[in-house]
């Protein structure tokens, strides 16, 4: 599976399961860290953690899984390292405070309108 691939099923996985506010963004040519980020919002840190519980259950089953995972514990921020891919799952308030969007906004944002359902 390309980055691009599993950049798109994160998205896919993460907007079935109602996360808010979800982006996708290239930043291959920004970086070494990754080719892109993606970016979601939840309401509560219980809906966190069921979003990271989510992304790794349905990426397990096609059998990828990540190199690291950290933040479970507070989960205000929880990150889910791929390798090529980096989810960031964010409490709301968490996201606006850390505004990460603004920090990589000279990456390309993906057009994920089509995965949304």
């Known amino acids: 599976m390309t980055s691009l691939e599993l950049t798109k099923e994160a998205v896919k996985i993460l907007d079935d399961k109602k996360a808010l506010d979800i982006k996708a963004i290239k930043v291959r040519d920004l ?35 990540p190199l690291r995972v950290e933040g479970y514990q507070s989960a205000n921020w929880i ?10 799952i964010f409490y709301t308030e968490t996201r606006d405070y850390y505004t990460l969007d603004k920090l990589w906004s000279d ?5 994920i309108a089509e995965l949304l359902a």
């Open 31 to 65: 970086t070494i860290v990754a080719d892109y980020f993606v970016i979601a919002s939840a309401s509560n840190t219980t809906h966190v953690k069921s979003l990271v519980d989510e992304v790794e259950f349905k990426l397990k089953e096609m059998g990828i899984t």
């Open 79 to 88: 990150v889910l390292d791929y390798g090529d891919v980096v989810v960031h």
């Open 107 to 111: 990456g390309e944002s993906l057009d």
